[in-house]
């Protein structure tokens, strides 16, 4: 699989701080299936983002299928995430008074990062299956909104 993302946001309003702002990002990434062995399904890929307000990040990913006999899958996976402030996160600023929010813009926030693995199992019979997965995910100036008091 070969596919490339593009997002350019720009704005020029009353509500943006600081004028005229813009963001650009361009996202290239690859995946691979291969079957090195019999009943093993490796699928490596990556995404490499790229703007000129944070540079350029690669993201690695590797999930692997194991057939361990028939009717049951063994499946992992680990990889890494990256996610920029988007432009409301990080220029917005505005009040809606009648549905009662105001979003506020952080021009100080930097981009996410992410380190995840899940590991898993299925059963499938005649008359069903059953799946069981754990995952976990670790974050990096994790970006997140929150209330605060009017």
Same mark, same amino acid.
């Given at each position: 699989?070969?596919?490339?993302?593009?997002?350019?946001?720009?704005?020029?309003?009353?509500?943006?701080? $600081? =004028?005229?702002?813009?963001?650009?990002?361009?996202?290239?990434?690859?995946?691979?299936?291969?079957?090195?062995?019999? %009943?093993?399904?490796?699928?490596? $890929?990556? %995404?490499?983002?790229?703007?000129?307000? /944070?540079?350029?990040? &690669?993201?690695?990913?590797?999930?692997?299928?194991?057939?361990?006999?028939? =009717?049951?899958?063994?499946?992992?996976?680990?990889?890494?995430?990256?996610?920029?402030?988007?432009?409301?996160?990080?220029?917005?600023?505005?009040?809606?008074?009648?549905?009662?929010?105001?979003?506020?813009?952080?021009?100080?926030? %930097?981009?996410? /990062?992410?380190?995840?693995?899940?590991?898993?199992?299925? /059963?499938? $019979?005649?008359?069903?299956?059953?799946? $069981?997965?754990?995952?976990? &995910?670790?974050?990096?100036?994790?970006?997140?909104?929150?209330?605060? &008091?009017?």
């Amino acid at each position: 699989t070969l596919g490339t993302q593009l997002r350019r946001d720009a704005i020029v309003a009353e509500r943006v701080e $600081g =004028g005229p702002r813009e963001l650009t990002l361009v996202e290239p990434f690859v995946q691979l299936e291969v079957a090195p062995v019999s %009943r093993l399904v490796l699928a490596p $890929g990556v %995404r490499v983002s790229h703007s000129a307000q /944070w540079g350029t990040r &690669t993201t690695p990913r590797l999930a692997a299928r194991y057939r361990a006999s028939e =009717g049951v899958t063994l499946r992992a996976s680990v990889g890494d995430g990256f996610r920029v402030p988007d432009f409301k996160e990080l220029f917005m600023f505005f009040t809606n008074t009648n549905a009662g929010y105001a979003v506020l813009g952080n021009t100080a926030l %930097r981009p996410e /990062w992410s380190r995840n693995a899940s590991v898993g199992a299925e /059963w499938s $019979g005649r008359v069903g299956f059953v799946r $069981g997965q754990l995952f976990g &995910t670790r974050y990096r100036d994790f970006i997140e909104s929150r209330p605060v &008091t009017r």
